[in-house]
């Protein structure tokens, strides 16, 4: 037995022995992620979902607004991958002149500084009605900042690094049209703008799968349609007497128009 117990007692002092380098690695490895982790504060962006921003984009349109409306408030968020801090700490957007067709007086930069305690901030994009050398209701604006490197946070991953501002002066599909495009026909800017200059509606995902409302829906702007075009008071109208699709072809609403 006395044999035995000495045999038992090496066993467990060389197993002791052979964990020690491990025990060693383990160690090591864990005091290089507190070290990882301590310089992995990084700034990363995206877009307002209250704003209908896509993963590198977001789209707005004067055409929803009053005339006298000249600038909006496009929103990036700038994301925090790393430790909050007890101070506030600046990053840094620059323009991608590459992805950007206007020059920097058609838009304003807001303050790019993450406040204390905090994991994002939103960063406002002051844009103008009125830019240089682009025709706003034809054709669109874009400016793209992208983050770089700054003595407080860096950029992230990649693909997250760059985000888009675009603004137009037309009217723009929004995501609801699905809702009622069946019944009242394809997107067209005409189609759209007769909807919101009659009801005042731009917004239908309230009534997706309402089928006895859409029905109803489309039953009154057919009337109101047919009201409009029979009053000789639009007979000098803008849009055309009879109301004129963007094709130039009389407006309709129903199935498969």
């Given at each position: 037995?006395?044999i035995?117990?000495?045999?038992?007692?090496?066993?467990?002092?060389?197993?002791?022995?052979?964990?020690?380098?491990?025990?060693?690695l383990?160690?090591?490895?864990?005091?290089?992620?507190?070290?990882?982790?301590?310089?992995?504060?990084?700034?990363?962006?995206?877009?307002?979902?209250?704003?209908?921003?896509t993963?590198?984009?977001t789209?707005?349109?004067?055409?929803?607004?009053?005339?006298?409306?000249?600038?909006?408030?496009v929103?990036?968020?700038?994301?925090?991958?790393?430790?909050?801090?007890?101070?506030?700490?600046?990053?840094?957007?620059?323009?991608?002149?590459?992805?950007?067709?206007?020059?920097?007086?058609?838009?304003?930069l807001?303050?790019c500084?993450?406040?204390?305690?905090?994991?994002k901030?939103?960063?406002?994009?002051?844009?103008?009605?009125?830019?240089?050398?682009?025709?706003?209701?034809?054709?669109?604006?874009?400016?793209?900042?992208r983050?770089?490197?700054?003595?407080?946070?860096?950029?992230?991953?990649?693909?997250?690094?760059?985000?888009s501002?675009?603004?137009?002066?037309?009217?723009?599909q929004?995501?609801?049209?699905?809702?009622?495009?069946?019944?009242?026909?394809?997107?067209?800017?005409?189609?759209?703008?007769?909807?919101?200059d009659?009801?005042g509606?731009?917004?239908?995902?309230?009534?997706?799968?309402?089928?006895?409302?859409?029905i109803?829906?489309?039953?009154?702007?057919?009337?109101?349609?047919?009201?409009?075009?029979?009053d000789?008071?639009?007979?000098?109208?803008?849009?055309?007497?009879?109301?004129?699709?963007?094709?130039?072809?009389?407006?309709?609403y129903?199935?498969?128009?």
């Amino acid at each position: 037995m006395k044999i035995m117990k000495r045999y038992i007692n090496k066993v467990t002092a060389g197993a002791f022995l052979l964990l020690l380098p491990f025990s060693a690695l383990l160690f090591t490895g864990c005091e290089n992620d507190e070290f990882y982790y301590q310089d992995t504060d990084k700034i990363w962006l995206s877009g307002d979902p209250a704003q209908q921003a896509t993963s590198d984009s977001t789209l707005v349109t004067f055409a929803l607004e009053d005339k006298t409306t000249t600038t909006l408030d496009v929103n990036i968020i700038a994301n925090l991958t790393g430790a909050m801090s007890d101070h506030d700490r600046s990053f840094k957007l620059v323009v991608v002149d590459s992805l950007t067709n206007v020059s920097s007086d058609a838009y304003e930069l807001g303050t790019c500084v993450l406040p204390a305690n905090q994991y994002k901030v939103t960063v406002p994009v002051k844009v103008k009605r009125t830019v240089s050398g682009i025709d706003l209701k034809k054709n669109f604006a874009k400016v793209t900042f992208r983050v770089v490197d700054d003595s407080e946070l860096t950029p992230s991953v990649d693909d997250r690094l760059t985000y888009s501002v675009v603004w137009c002066d037309y009217l723009i599909q929004p995501e609801s049209w699905s809702v009622i495009s069946y019944y009242l026909g394809s997107f067209t800017q005409a189609r759209y703008r007769f909807i919101i200059d009659q009801t005042g509606m731009t917004d239908f995902s309230a009534y997706n799968n309402n089928y006895s409302w859409i029905i109803g829906f489309q039953s009154l702007m057919i009337r109101l349609l047919q009201d409009w075009n029979n009053d000789p008071a639009n007979a000098n109208s803008e849009y055309g007497w009879p109301y004129l699709n963007d094709n130039g072809q009389p407006l309709k609403y129903g199935q498969g128009v």
